[in-house]
């Protein structure tokens, strides 16, 4: 199989879907932990089309609202953050996430639903893990995590039986290391790329690059970062995965040092997202008739 | 032919010889197969968690999402097709439970999975005669009702019989 040279991807990269300028300022805005929800109102308030995104969901059939909410403030307090960033991510790049993964013999969706499990799901972690960071902003990192997959998932093409036989070879140690060397880079190096020219927060970035070995990112993001490596775990075991290399990674058992969880938690989380799934994944698509 | 999809939680049952019964990428999740060589009814349940204690409204909601009540929960169902109300003559199947690479305990639900279901059967006299459960991948099930057949599948694998 034919390996990626480092300018072919930095090719593949600028090939990509951009970031608009909203959600660009969105995610540096409420990776900020010193931003509140009126800063976010006000960014809102700048891009109309996101505006009127916003009051079509809130009062649309999945809230079931008796009274119309015609404030755009209003909206964003009632819906939260985590969903103008759904919504804001959607619009742009939902193409995306929307991407059948040949690569990963995934249908086109898979993506995106394994996304928004791992977002919901880091961001229980966090609130039940009793961390101490923004469990807004582990949602947002949980919806990027994976971005790489799209850019490398057709260079992969049909190869999904054979990084399943350098596993169950033991030849590599997981699907990241299959990946490598299958094409020379791995979907986290993808995604970083992807995230570099997107321009995104560093600690988003780190969370692409290094949610399947959170040691490795700089000590100030490791709280975050092990908290999507968690929630990407959970989406996978709770059958969510995005086809071949589902369930095919290692878990980071020292998450200990920075998460609390027990076995009775951990089921809890996973109910939460059970639940939160379905309301998110049809509210979020109610609003998407142009989503790629 | 028509399919009886199961989601994460359901449970469900058929005697139409040109149905399949079905589930999606069970992760960590059980798949518990009941098959009534007598009735010609097959039963399955997606156990998602070993133990209702922890979210009883849920369990009131869907029975199917926990061992302790999935179980009894199929069974009933079952007797709507003329089967057996302890499971008598059923033939039991497993699959499923897998855990990520280098898990630890907290996160062995898959394991927890099929010990939960294992005891549970063994309390009403039942077992598994074969099992595809743990290691590191997700499994699909397909179930033809008419012949029986149990196929698994995974995504960069070829279907193998259960």
């Not at chain 2, 743990?134 to 397909?142: D, L």
Request: net charge negative; charged share 20%.
């Amino acid at each position: 199989m034919k390996t990626i040279s480092h300018d072919e991807l930095k090719k593949i990269v600028k090939s990509s879907p951009m970031l608009s300028v909203s959600a660009s300022r969105l995610l540096q805005l409420t990776s900020d932990p010193d931003h509140d929800l009126m800063d976010v109102v006000n960014l809102v308030k700048t891009d109309a089309n996101l505006t009127a995104r916003v009051l079509k969901l809130v009062n649309s059939a999945a809230f079931g609202l008796i009274n119309e909410i015609t404030s755009i403030d209003r909206a964003i307090s009632y819906l939260g953050e985590r969903f103008i960033v759904s919504i804001a991510l959607g619009d742009c790049v939902g193409k995306v996430f929307e991407k059948k993964l040949v690569g990963y013999e995934a249908a086109a969706g898979d993506l995106w639903k394994h996304d928004l499990r791992t977002a919901i799901a880091a961001r229980e972690v966090v609130v039940q893990g009793e961390m101490e960071i923004s469990p807004d902003l582990a949602f947002t990192a949980g919806l990027l995590h994976d971005i790489g997959k799209a850019l490398i998932s057709d260079y992969l093409k049909d190869s999904a039986p054979e990084a399943i036989e350098l596993i169950t070879s033991h030849d590599s140690v997981d699907y990241l290391d299959a990946e490598e060397k299958l094409i020379g880079f791995d979907h986290t190096q993808a995604g970083f790329e992807l995230a570099k020219a997107w321009q995104l927060p560093e600690k988003l970035a780190e969370v692409i690059r290094y949610h399947h070995s959170p040691a490795e990112a700089s000590e100030a993001f490791r709280p975050l970062v092990y908290a999507v490596h968690l929630g990407d775990n959970i989406a996978m075991m709770g059958g969510f995965g995005t086809g071949s290399d589902s369930m095919r990674y290692r878990l980071d058992a020292n998450y200990t040092d920075y998460i609390t969880l027990t076995p009775n938690t951990l089921a809890s989380i996973m109910l939460t997202v059970d639940s939160e799934f379905d309301k998110l994944e049809q509210s979020v698509a109610s609003t998407g008739e142009d989503k790629g | 032919m028509g399919q009886v999809i199961l989601g994460v939680g359901d449970y469900g049952a058929s005697n139409n010889p040109t149905d399949d019964v079905k589930t999606f990428a069970l992760g960590s999740c059980v798949s518990v197969i009941l098959l009534d060589p007598k009735t010609k009814t097959v039963g399955m349940a997606h156990v998602a968690l070993p133990d209702s204690s922890i979210n009883k409204a849920k369990a009131a909601e869907k029975p199917g999402y926990f061992a302790d009540t999935a179980i009894p929960a199929l069974l009933a169902e079952m007797t709507k097709y003329g089967c057996h109300k302890k499971g008598k003559g059923m033939v039991v199947k497993l699959c499923g439970g897998a855990n990520v690479m280098d898990t630890n305990d907290t996160f062995q639900i898959g394991k927890r999975n099929a010990l939960a279901i294992k005891k549970i059967l063994w309390a009403h006299g039942m077992g598994a005669i074969a099992e595809d459960l743990g290691e590191n991948f997700s499994r699909t099930v397909t179930i033809s009702v008419g012949a029986g057949q149990v196929t698994l599948s995974s995504p960069g694998r070829p279907n193998w019989q259960l």
